[in-house]
């Protein structure tokens, strides 16, 4: 796998399919904060998915941030 490129993953949210596209260094952060926190990362995603202030905000922007505030400790 290139470092940079788009990994997608397919979830269900909300009993709805959805396929949301990240880099693989933020899908990392995020599986290793879901393992620290017991649950999956469908569960992890579907809670930040819920917590989105604006509802426009797209979920990949949303899951960033959270990874991003994660990594900065």
Not at 40 to 62: G, N, Y
């Amino acid at each position: 796998m290139t470092r940079g490129h788009l990994v997608k993953r397919s979830l269900r949210l909300a009993g709805h399919a959805t396929s949301i596209a990240l880099e693989p260094e933020f899908w990392a952060v995020l599986e290793a904060e879901a393992a620290r926190r017991g649950m999956t990362l469908a569960a992890l995603v579907a809670e930040q998915d819920a917590t989105r202030i604006e509802a426009d905000q797209p979920l990949a922007s949303r899951l960033r941030v959270f990874a991003l505030g994660l990594s900065r400790g």
